[in-house]
């Protein structure tokens, strides 16, 4: 389902409060609950979200307003009907393979760390001290534990409190009951997931199955996006635009590929590009042409990029896997995140891992370059709604 239509499906319900509110342990953060009941949700973005009617036929439909991708009050909407419900992927299970791994992260306001303990069990938490509210974990590594920063509280990978330093004489203290909050996490082939709903258990299903991707579950994993393909590196881009600025961008069917992309054009055969739409999925197919021979076979014969509600993107095409996950940093900025991942037959050519990494990049210095413009023309008072390109025709036919 498109971002559009479930923020505006939300917005026919009488209220934006949830009534399953979860059940806080003691001394949980009031302002951790504060969020989870969408509480903070104004008057004028709900009427932003009126303003866009998803049931108008493609034909005849137009975009929401631009104010989705410049209203602050209207990101705070989405961080709590869209980011802050359901899964979301946060990293890679290559990030926490082994034992004391962890990495952290932020989303909206909400800081996590994912975690493997000891014993090979994965966790995730708020990545936020007990005692005072400092962040705990920093960047990615290996840790027995984490140590506060501030005071030195120490907490074990399984988020109890261990240790804390001089508060003998505090009536009633318990450390059982200041241990980390816990996140929900889970993996689905190579991705961890996290869901930041629901803090009051400490679940974990090691695999979410069809849950996180309904049933395209099933075609993703039949069309190589597994477990077998080692990472090879990360890349971080700030983009000085709306989050859905880039995914809107990924997600216009190839139209924007043959005028913006000409290296990128030219290894693709366009006229066999088609999209497939899921509950929560929306894939991109393209065969690719052959490869000149002096050019490396980056494509291979086939490429498919699947956008996964609301912001991650996976794309496989010949050797290669690259995963995107467009990160809202405020209303008119992103950060676009991308893992490569290689099949393991192709690990000592450095030569063409490097070529490639380079022609990925090119498409994104494009990419961005586009994305940039477009907030600029969003922010401007030339521009309200635009039509809907109907290039974008979704195919109902299985790969
Ligand atoms: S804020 Fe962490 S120990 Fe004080
Ligand atoms: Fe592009």
């Known amino acids: ?57 493609l034909a005849s439909a137009v975009t929401p307003p631009s104010e989705w991708y410049t209203d602050p009050e209207f990101l705070r909407l989405e961080l709590d009907r869209v980011f802050l ?8 299970i290559g990030q926490v393979k082994n034992p004391n791994d962890f990495f952290s992260g932020r989303l909206g306001n909400v800081e996590f760390v994912i975690c493997r303990d000891a014993h090979g069990k994965l966790h995730a938490f708020h990545n936020v001290c007990r005692h005072h509210a400092s962040l705990l974990a920093c960047g990615s590594g290996q840790k027995t534990c984490f140590q506060c920063p501030y005071h030195g509280w120490t907490y074990g990978l399984d988020g109890a409190l261990l240790k804390a330093t001089r508060i003998s004489g505090i009536k009633n203290f318990n450390k059982n009951d200041f241990g980390l909050l816990p996140i929900k996490v889970a993996t689905w082939g190579p991705f961890v997931l996290a869901r930041f709903d629901n803090f009051a258990q400490d679940t974990v299903d090691d695999v979410v199955g069809d849950e996180w991707l309904g049933s395209a579950s099933d075609l993703l994993s039949r069309n190589g996006i597994d477990t077998s ?48 739409t899921y509950e929560r999925v929306s894939v991109q197919r393209c065969e690719s042409a052959p490869a000149e021979q002096e050019d490396i076979d980056r ?75 477009v907030q600029k023309g969003l922010e401007s008072p030339a521009y309200g709604v635009a039509i809907v390109s109907i290039r974008r025709l979704f195919i109902d036919r299985r790969l």
């Open 1 to 57: 389902m498109a971002i559009a239509q479930v923020l505006a499906l939300s917005s026919s319900t009488s209220s934006f409060v949830r009534t399953d509110r979860p059940k806080v342990r003691r001394a949980a953060p009031s302002r951790v609950a504060a969020a989870a009941a969408g509480a903070t949700v104004g008057e004028p973005a709900r009427r932003l979200v009126a303003a866009f009617d998803p049931a108008i036929p």
């Open 85 to 92: 419900r359901g899964w979301q992927a946060v990293g890679h």
């Open 229 to 276: 393909l080692p990472h090879i590196c990360r890349r971080e881009y700030i983009i000085e635009c709306n989050w859905k600025v880039f995914c809107d961008n990924y997600l216009d069917g190839g139209y924007h590929v043959p005028y913006a992309h000409g290296a990128l054009a030219s290894g693709l055969q366009l006229q066999s590009y088609e999209t497939l």
């Open 299 to 373: 494509l291979g014969t086939k490429a498919i990029y699947a956008f996964v509600y609301p912001n991650f993107m996976i794309n496989r095409y010949g050797p290669w896997m690259d995963t995107n996950l467009a990160v809202p940093l405020d209303a008119t900025r992103c950060k676009v995140v991308f893992d490569y991942f290689l099949d393991e037959s192709l690990l000592d050519d450095q030569d063409f891992i490097d070529q490639s990494l380079k022609d990925s990049e090119q498409v994104q210095i494009e990419d961005i370059a586009l994305c940039e413009g």
